[in-house]
Antibody, heavy 118, light 112 residues
Framework: DVQLVESGGDLVQPGGSLRLSCFAS????????MNWVRQAPGKGLEWISY????????YYADPVRGRFTISRDNAENSLYLQMNSLRDEDTAVYYC???????????WGPGTLVIVSS | DVVLTQSPLSLPVTLGQPASISCRSS???????????LNWFHQRPGQSPRRLIY???NRDSGVPDRFSGSGSGTDFTLKISRVEAEDVGVYYC?????????FGGGTKVEIK
């Protein structure tokens, strides 16, 4: 079975940094693009970053561009999100997903909670 | 950005009755391979989203056949033929072609 498990969420002060991880199993990780999506408390879903299977193509949503960095290690079946200069509005549950629009994709992890507060 | 507008925002339904959710887009989104990447997700309270439908009408493995997706261009619909108790939660449409990828605002389905 496909499994995605996020980790690294924590309480952090504004301006601080955090690194999220997502460990994948049950599918050929190196063959799938990966994404991070977040959900602020009581709000809807917001896509924030994409990385291609090889890692050579990356996209970010405007609210995080320049502050967040997505990366992956195909040898370790892992996806990462380095989050710098965190703001209150970054408070959310962060999910990783193995894509959205193709057969075999569409899986999400349980999420990891990031709270940015002083 | 592609704006996806879902309606209604809230949908009270009677068990066993049909339900329909609309997703309208501010522009069309067809990929270079001619596919419209319109997807539907269901999120139960306290859980992560689960994909139900991809590419407008393809049901994911394990998704009951009472769920169906349809539409074209900028107008899409998710239908539940007979609502069951486990169908409560929030439904989101999502486009997977234009950056940034975008989600609709969600439709909350509850039992009357």
């Amino acid at each position: 079975d496909v499994q995605l498990v996020e980790s690294g969420g924590d309480l952090v002060q504004p301006g601080g940094s955090l690194r999220l991880s997502c460990f994948a199993s049950g599918f050929t990780f190196s063959g799938y693009s990966m994404n991070w999506v977040r959900q602020a408390p009581g709000k809807g879903l917001e896509w924030i970053s994409y990385i291609s299977p090889s890692g050579d193509t990356i996209y970010y949503a405007d609210p995080v561009r320049g502050r967040f960095t997505i990366s992956r290690d195909n040898a370790e079946n892992s996806l990462y999100l380095q989050m710098n200069s965190l703001r209150d509005e970054d408070t959310a549950v962060y999910y990783c997903s193995n894509g959205f629009s193709t057969r075999g994709a569409g899986h999400w992890g349980p999420g990891t909670l990031v709270i940015v507060s002083s | 950005d592609v704006v996806l507008t879902q309606s209604p925002l809230s949908l009270p339904v009677t068990l066993g009755q049909p339900a329909s959710i609309s997703c309208r887009s501010s522009q069309s989104f067809v990929s270079s391979d001619g596919i419209t990447h319109l997807n539907w997700f269901h999120q139960r309270p306290g859980q992560s989203p689960r994909r139900l439908i991809y590419q407008i009408s393809n049901r994911d493995s394990g998704v009951p056949d009472r769920f169906s997706g349809s539409g074209s261009g900028t107008d899409f619909t998710l239908k539940i033929s007979r609502v069951e108790a486990e169908d409560v939660g929030v439904y989101y449409c999502m486009q997977g072609v234009h950056w940034p990828l975008t989600f609709g605002g969600g439709t909350k389905v509850e039992i009357k």
